[in-house]
């Protein structure tokens, strides 16, 4: 079984065999198409390619090639010759994925040639509207979407905010997969405007046509002429990379009834019935929205929020779970109105396990700035030694060693009481002001509900610390985002393995699923039970740490039934299907519906590798 943590599958490199005369054909059809500089092999892997045929927690293969175009035009074109040689595509952004759905598949018998269509190098970003919202074109992470909406519109905040922000996953990543993160009042990413491929059914000639669907709903760009609506775009987007003045773009009239955002999520996570807030089997919007690469998307509009007047943040620790679900449902839930920014949870294994292993790389954020390209380039050169030099543990190791020298992550009041109480709550909270009734007040009605809160529980059973400055806020949240690598950090440092799950409970419930302790080796019990959750919506991140003699994929199975079964709950919530989870059939019957030949990502969601989703048996 696989030692130090989330590493579940592996990739193995056989000798490449030769290209075939249709494969060379197709290599030198996208050489012409996209240039040679922008076409890599991956028949092997290498030090070239390692990075865009590895996940980052699991999965792998190998590929004809990994294609980087330029422009979209490149996309549009390439694709239709890769359809048109009986290949397929795997959708790929920044492969920051944690389920093995953006690399390709080893475990498959099917033959098709393969190709991995990195959008890395499709990066721009450009503001419409005065700058109540943002294009992005595939590449463009939401790191850069940050930086940038900040320098153009002081006033004005994007859409997501992950754990993994400092690795600049896409924009387009998140739409397809319906990623969640801290934003409350924001939602998860969720646009019905956006710019996609999709591949048709064959005609009657046996032909087979990539479609261009344009719902941007952008003046100046097309939206009668698709074609012409990506040349255009491929206009914009060049001007605006090099640098050249263009006057700022506008909504045309047909975006006035389509969102760029999901509008009615504040309404949804506060009313707490047995519904989950969010998940990624979800089937409504357009369809790029959770598509997990059945569709190839190009470019998305997203929606901009306006800054809070002031914040305040909270660290309230509590004596049992279900005061801290009494103060979600009581204060932070409340009203769709006075929601929070944000409201984080971790339980005292998560405390515990940051602490003694997470203490580098939180320093190290607090010290740069989460949006730092240092960070991004320390963490490159860590995967680089674990895969490249293939050294997978050498790094985590280095890192156990070090951090109990660090400083303490969290303010030293924190800290104390984070010894002391298991269970954690930061929440960050803003003045706002309600645009239809010019109403402010958000930020004293939530303090009046937690003060009230706070008397009607019993001396010492609730603790509530403020962050007195925005310093000792940045390090609530470096502490809290530094959760998942620093699991696999202790993971290897204790010499255990360890495995990870994403979920989502019903919004009226939230106790944590119990694993029954009957010694059977598939509901073996974790050394290490570590639960975090995105607390306003119910989203939980859970890792368990087990003894190297443990099968981790039984005990993750028989875990997974568990919340679906006993818990009411749906997975994953937010790090999307990917090879590691079957999707539900309604689901799957919408990604057949959009890929009907399964050329698009094959073999996501527990899906046929195959054309056509044939079976292995009956395949010809």
């Not at 009239?253 to 009615?264: C, L």
């Not at 749906?570 to 999707?583: C, I, M, Q, S, V």
Request: aromatic share 6%; charged share 20%.
């Amino acid at each position: 079984m696989p030692r130090g943590c989330c590493n579940e599958s592996s990739t193995t490199s056989c000798e490449a065999l030769p290209l075939s005369e249709k494969e060379q054909a197709l290599l030198h059809k996208l050489e012409n198409i996209c240039g040679t500089d922008n076409v890599t092999l991956a028949r092997e892997v290498n030090s070239k390619n390692a990075s865009r045929l590895k996940g980052t927690r699991l999965g792998g293969g190998t590929a004809l090639c990994v294609l980087t175009p330029t422009m979209l035009q490149e996309v549009v074109d390439a694709l239709q010759v890769i359809v048109d040689a009986g290949g397929v595509v795997i959708p790929q952004g920044a492969n920051t994925g944690l389920t093995g759905g953006s690399v390709p598949r080893a475990d498959t018998t099917d033959s098709r040639p393969v190709v991995v269509m990195s959008m890395a190098k499709l990066d721009t970003i450009f503001p419409i509207d005065h700058g109540e919202r943002t294009v992005c074109l595939a590449g463009a992470g939401i790191a850069s979407l940050s930086q940038n909406l900040g320098k153009w519109f002081p006033s004005r905040e994007s859409h997501s905010i992950l754990g993994s922000f400092f690795l600049n996953p896409t924009a387009a990543a998140g739409v397809a997969l319906g990623s969640g993160g801290t934003q409350l009042r924001k939602g998860p990413a969720y646009t019905d405007r956006a710019l996609y491929l999709k591949v048709l059914p064959e005609n009657k000639w046996g032909e087979r046509h990539v479609q261009i669907v344009n719902t941007l709903g952008i003046d100046g760009i097309s939206t009668t002429d698709p074609s012409l609506a990506v040349e255009q775009l491929d206009t914009y987007q060049h001007d605006v990379k090099n640098g050249y003045i263009r006057a700022m773009a506008k909504s045309d009239d047909t975006a006035q009834r389509v969102h760029a955002s999901d509008v009615t999520y504040k309404e949804r996570i506060c009313k707490l019935d047995s519904n989950v807030s969010r998940c990624n089997a979800d089937t409504r919007g357009a369809d790029c929205n959770r598509s997990e690469g059945k569709v190839l998307i190009l470019a998305t509009v997203h929606d901009t929020f306006a800054k809070p007047l002031k914040t305040r943040t909270f660290w309230v620790s509590f004596s049992t779970l279900q005061q801290a679900l009494d103060f979600r449902s009581q204060v932070c839930l409340n009203n769709p109105t006075d929601v929070p920014m944000s409201v984080e949870y971790m339980d005292r294994d998560a405390f515990d396990v940051i602490d003694r292993s997470g203490r580098a790389l939180a320093n190290l954020i607090l010290l740069v700035g989460m949006e730092s390209p240092i960070i991004k380039t320390l963490w490159n050169v860590k995967v680089y030694i674990e895969t490249s030099l293939n050294m997978p543990l050498f790094c985590d190791t280095m890192l156990h060693m070090v951090s109990p020298w660090m400083p303490a992550i969290l303010p030293t009041p924190m800290q104390h009481v984070g010894g002391q109480m298991d269970h954690h709550v930061s929440v960050t909270v803003g003045e706002y002001v309600d645009p239809k009734t010019n109403e402010g007040g958000t930020l004293d009605r939530f303090l009046g509900r937690m003060e009230t809160f706070a008397k009607s529980q019993q001396d010492g059973q609730v603790v509530i610390h403020e962050c007195k400055s925005s310093r000792e806020a940045a390090r609530l949240t470096a502490f809290r985002f530094v959760a998942a690598p620093a699991f696999k950090t202790w993971c290897v440092g204790e010499n255990l393995q360890g495995t990870s799950v994403d979920y989502a409970l019903p919004k009226n419930g939230g106790a944590a699923p119990i694993i029954p302790k009957d010694n059977t080796p598939a509901q073996a019990q974790p050394v290490k039970r570590m639960r975090y959750s995105h607390f306003g919506c119910n989203v939980v991140h859970e890792d368990l740490a087990y003894d190297l003699n443990v099968n981790v994929h039984d005990a993750k199975l028989a875990f997974k039934k568990i919340v679906e079964h006993q818990s009411g709950g749906k997975l994953p919530a937010e790090h999307g299907h990917g090879t590691e989870y079957h999707a539900p059939p309604e689901t799957q019957k919408r990604w057949k519906r959009m890929d009907p030949l399964n050329i698009m990502n094959p073999g996501v969601g527990g899906l046929s590798t195959h054309y056509k989703y044939q079976d292995e048996n009956d395949k010809p």
